[in-house]
C-alpha cells in the first residue's frame, strides 16, 4: 500500500488509514480520530456489498477501529449486530495493535424491497435487535461484554449509550460515509469509498471535577467555591460537545482536510496535542490450518454432507479467501 502520509518541513501528517489520538487538556478531553480510505475501499469492494449495506458496514467500521485502538493490551474489540431488518448482521472483527477485518450479511429480495420504497436510514435497514460490543483478552480471561439495544438510533446515538451504561464517561463521536468519484490513471472515472469519525471523551483527573455530572436536576444548589469550580468544569464538556457539533460530515471524508487539520479546526482556540499515529490495516486472520482444525472436530456424517464435487470448499466470511480440502483429511481412517 503506498504511504499516504502528507510531508512538511515541520510535520508529518498521518493521512488514510491511521488513527490519530489527541488531547485537550484545557478541556479534559482526550479521544482519537481516523480517516478511512484504501483500507475500507478493498474491504468493501471484495464483496461488492449494495451501497445501503456498504455504507451501514463502514460506519460500524471506523466505530470500532475507534474503540479499538484504545486497547491497552493484546486482543480483540468485536462489533456485532443482530437484528430483525433486511441487514440481520454486522461483524467487525478488531485485533489489536492495528488489524480489522468486516462483513455484513443481508437478505436480498428484502433489501431490495427497501431500497425500491427508499427506506434507507439505519435503523430501517437494521431493524430492531441488539448491538453486542465486546472486548476479548484472549485465552485464559474472562471477555467483557456490553449489550445495547438497537432502538431506532443511528451509530452515534447507540455508541453513546454504551458508554454511558458500561463506562458512564461523558462521551461524544461523529461518524460520517462518503462514496468519491476520482479519476483513475486510464482518464477513467474510479469509485472509492471513504469514511471518518471522532471519538471525544471528557476524563479530568480529580473526581472533583467530576462531580457536577453526578448533581441531580434543577436549580444548582447554594454552594462553596469548591461548587462553582464544579460549574465550571461541566462548562467544559458543554464546550467540547458544541465543538463537536460544528463538524460537517464531508470534514470527516475529505483527504484534504485529514484528522490533524480538523482536530486544530476544533480545538486550536484551546490547543490540542496529538500524539503518534496508529495505522489500520486490513488484515483478516483466516489460514488454511485453522479452517482445517475446525473440520478436524467434524463428525464422518458432516464431513461427508459437506464435499461438494469430491472436495470440501470453505470461504472466509470475512476476506473471501477461499479454501479447498481433500475430504479424506478427515474421515476415519479404516
Same mark, same amino acid.
Given at each position: ?43 468493501? /469492494?471484495?464483496?461488492? !456489498? ?6 451501514? *458496514? &463502514? %460506519? @460500524? =467500521?471506523?466505530?470500532?477501529? #475507534? ?31 492495528? /488489524?480489522?477485518?468486516? !462483513? ?6 428484502? *433489501? &431490495? %424491497? @427497501? =431500497?425500491?420504497?427508499?427506506? #434507507? ?31 431506532? /438510533? ?12 458500561? %463506562?458512564? =464517561? ?165
Amino acid at each position: 500500500m503506498p504511504d499516504s502520509s502528507i510531508r512538511t518541513d515541520e510535520y508529518v501528517f498521518a493521512g488514510d488509514d491511521a488513527v490519530v489520538p489527541f488531547q485537550v487538556e484545557e478541556l479534559d478531553a482526550r479521544g482519537r480520530a481516523v480517516q478511512l480510505g484504501p483500507t475500507l475501499d478493498d474491504i468493501l /469492494s471484495r464483496h461488492d !456489498y449494495p451501497e445501503p449495506v456498504a455504507k451501514l *458496514l &463502514a %460506519e @460500524a =467500521i471506523v466505530l470500532t477501529v #475507534l474503540l479499538g485502538t484504545s486497547l491497552k493490551f493484546d486482543g480483540k474489540f468485536i462489533f456485532q449486530s443482530q437484528s430483525d431488518g433486511p441487514v440481520d448482521m454486522l461483524v467487525v472483527d478488531f485485533r489489536t495493535p492495528n /488489524s480489522v477485518r468486516a !462483513y455484513a450479511r443481508y437478505d436480498e429480495e428484502r *433489501l &431490495a %424491497e @427497501a =431500497i425500491a420504497e427508499n427506506r #434507507l436510514s439505519p435503523v430501517e435497514l437494521m431493524g430492531g435487535g441488539t448491538l453486542a460490543l465486546t472486548v476479548d483478552q484472549g485465552e485464559y480471561t474472562q471477555r467483557y461484554q456490553g449489550i445495547v439495544a438497537l432502538d431506532g /438510533s443511528n451509530l452515534e446515538e447507540i455508541a453513546k449509550t454504551y458508554f454511558r451504561q458500561s %463506562e458512564q =464517561i461523558p462521551t461524544d463521536l461523529r461518524l460520517s460515509v462518503a462514496k468519491l468519484i476520482e479519476r483513475g490513471e486510464d482518464g477513467k472515472p474510479v469509485e472509492q469509498w471513504r469514511a471518518g469519525g471522532l471519538i471525544v471523551q471528557f476524563l479530568p483527573e480529580s473526581e472533583l471535577r467530576m462531580r457536577q455530572r453526578d448533581l441531580p436536576a434543577g436549580d444548582a444548589p447554594e454552594s462553596d467555591d469548591d461548587d462553582e469550580v464544579d460549574l465550571v468544569e461541566d462548562d467544559d464538556w458543554a464546550e467540547i460537545k458544541a465543538l463537536v457539533a460544528t463538524i460537517e460530515s464531508s470534514e470527516l471524508t475529505d483527504p484534504q482536510v485529514g484528522a490533524e487539520r480538523l482536530l486544530y479546526r476544533l480545538f486550536h482556540e484551546r490547543g490540542v496535542r496529538v500524539f503518534d499515529a496508529v495505522p489500520v490495516n486490513d488484515d483478516c486472520s483466516c489460514s488454511r490450518e485453522k479452517i482445517a482444525g475446525v473440520l478436524s472436530g467434524f463428525t464422518a456424517e458432516e464431513i461427508s454432507d459437506s464435499i461438494e464435487d469430491g472436495k470440501i470448499s470453505v470461504t472466509c466470511e470475512f476476506c473471501s479467501t477461499e479454501y479447498e480440502f481433500d475430504p479424506a483429511e478427515f474421515l476415519p481412517k479404516n
